[in-house]
């Protein structure tokens, strides 16, 4: 994608320092299981025992595609955060969300990862037991934070779009309590495993931590599970389900010359909000609901139940959903990606994507799949005759102005 073109560099970065790392621990590593081979079966547990004969490149292809997901999610993260930061007129009420979101999945990569990284590359967890506890609650903290702006996004597009005459209720100030009562939401149900009600440690495959199966209370999973799974998972069905069927009836109640240019936008309406659910959906189906599955079945018939490898993907999958969520709401949103062109300050970089820009707008438009959420939105508001003062229009003349030219 044009959106991200500096990724191509962290490829480069990946190779060169996964390689130096591997090197690195690789006697490490070795003198580690040589030490251990003096342990029989009746001194290790099974699990132990699964751990000590779990193959080393396992944990090695772990560590290097967690550590491509933290190069990636990094920088277009902070392309996302830079483009708000330059933008002002992308910084409304809906963004807030997106902009909270962003912020979530950057500390996720900051503070969460790097232990699991590290400890992947070691074969083994390489910190004390306080760092196991500490980084088993950042990741669970910040995952829930990420799992209910999730929710708050898909409610706030329902009422956007399903209701826009109630649409003035969603203020910028509303926004930001929205957002701070997700990361509350997220850090009561984080700090209720410090409390006493389960607790943190070393999850199966003994490189990232989390809930401690071995010693989580029945309830605190069953509340987790319908409270931080299933329940914020049918709302966004829901909201996504009624926002399609809004678009589809009011193409199919509203009488339009199918030549003219407002039945094709509402006919882009449609497939761009269908495209969007199915987005929504899957990624977070594919994300969290394998990592859902390990946790239950552990839960029910042990932690020693399932291959690691079993244990090991889905984690990977949960920790890239940070990657995801940008992607999702930022680049695929044609506004925003001319606002990022705008504020790139290499005029030759610049005008080479906006020129690219505008000739897929051109192609797009001769084929009737135009990607513009905005422009589509405005669109359905008209047909109901309301106005949404917290919809982004277009470009300010005066905030939108593209920094000083530099040649490249």
């Known amino acids: 994608m044009i959106f991200f073109v500096a990724i191509h560099n962290h490829l480069i970065i990946v190779v060169i320092v996964t390689s130096c790392i591997f090197i690195l621990v690789d006697t490490a590593m070795t003198r580690t299981l040589e030490n251990v081979t003096n342990y029989t079966s009746e001194d290790l547990s099974e699990l132990e025992i699964k751990r000590l004969n779990?193959?080393?490149?396992?944990?090695?292809?772990?560590?290097?595609?967690?550590?491509?997901?933290?190069?990636?999610?990094?920088?277009?993260?902070?392309?996302?955060?830079?483009?708000?930061?330059?933008?002002?007129?992308?910084?409304?009420?809906?963004?807030?969300?997106?902009?909270?979101?962003?912020?979530a999945d950057l500390c996720m990569l900051i503070l969460g990862c790097p232990f699991s990284v590290i400890s992947a590359f070691n074969g083994q967890w390489a910190f004390s037991k306080a760092v196991c506890v500490l980084s088993g609650f950042i990741v669970y903290f910040l995952g829930l934070t990420q799992?209910?702006?999730?929710?708050?996004?898909?409610?706030?597009?329902?009422?956007?779009?399903?209701?826009?005459?109630?649409?003035?209720?969603?203020?910028?100030?509303?926004?930001?309590?929205?957002?701070?009562?997700?990361?509350?939401?997220?850090?009561?149900w984080a700090v209720l495993p410090l409390a006493g009600w389960s607790q943190y440690g070393l999850e199966a495959p003994g490189v990232f931590c989390g809930l401690d199966i071995e010693n989580t209370q029945f309830s605190y999973s069953l509340t987790i599970f319908f409270t931080c799974f299933l329940f914020p998972f049918i709302i966004m069905c829901f909201c996504y389900y009624r926002i399609y069927s809004t678009i589809r009836n009011i193409n199919k109640t509203t009488v339009w010359d199918i030549t003219s240019r407002v039945a094709?936008?509402?006919?882009?309406?449609?497939?761009?909000?269908?495209?969007?659910?199915?987005?929504?959906?899957?990624?977070?189906?594919?994300?969290?609901?394998?990592?859902?599955?390990?946790?239950?079945?552990?839960?029910?018939?042990?932690?020693?139940?399932?291959p690691l490898v079993l244990t090991e993907i889905p984690a990977l999958a949960a920790k890239s959903q940070g990657v995801l969520n940008p992607l999702i709401y930022g680049a695929t949103n044609k506004m925003f990606r001319q606002?990022?062109?705008?504020?790139?300050?290499?005029?030759?970089?610049?005008?080479?994507?906006?020129?690219?820009?505008?000739?897929?707008?051109?192609?797009?438009?001769?084929?009737?799949?135009?990607?513009?959420?905005?422009?589509?939105?405005?669109?359905?508001?008209?047909?109901?005759?309301?106005?949404?003062?917290?919809?982004?229009?277009?470009?300010?003349?005066?905030?939108?102005?593209?920094?000083t030219n530099s040649e490249c």
């Open 339 to 403: 606002s990022f062109y705008n504020s790139l300050p290499c005029k030759r970089l610049r005008e080479i994507l906006m020129k690219r820009e505008e000739e897929k707008t051109h192609n797009s438009e001769e084929s009737g799949t135009e990607d513009g959420p905005e422009r589509e939105v405005t669109t359905l508001k008209n047909t109901n005759n309301a106005v949404n003062p917290n919809a982004v229009g277009p470009a300010e003349s005066a905030d939108s102005k593209a920094p």
């Open 264 to 306: 094709r936008k509402n006919l882009r309406l449609e497939k761009k909000m269908m495209r969007t659910c199915i987005l929504m959906c899957c990624s977070f189906w594919i994300c969290w609901f394998p990592y859902a599955l390990v946790f239950f079945w552990q839960v029910l018939f042990g932690v020693d139940s399932l």
């Open 147 to 188: 799992l209910y702006l999730l929710v708050a996004i898909s409610v706030d597009r329902y009422i956007v779009i399903t209701k826009p005459l109630q649409s003035a209720l969603i203020t910028k100030r509303v926004a930001v309590l929205s957002c701070i009562g997700c990361y509350v939401g997220g850090f009561f």
């Open 54 to 103: 779990y193959p080393r490149w396992g944990h090695t292809i772990f560590a290097v595609l967690l550590l491509f997901v933290e190069l990636f999610g990094f920088t277009e993260i902070c392309f996302i955060l830079f483009t708000f930061f330059k933008t002002k007129h992308l910084r409304s009420a809906t963004n807030i969300f997106v902009i909270a979101l962003c912020v």
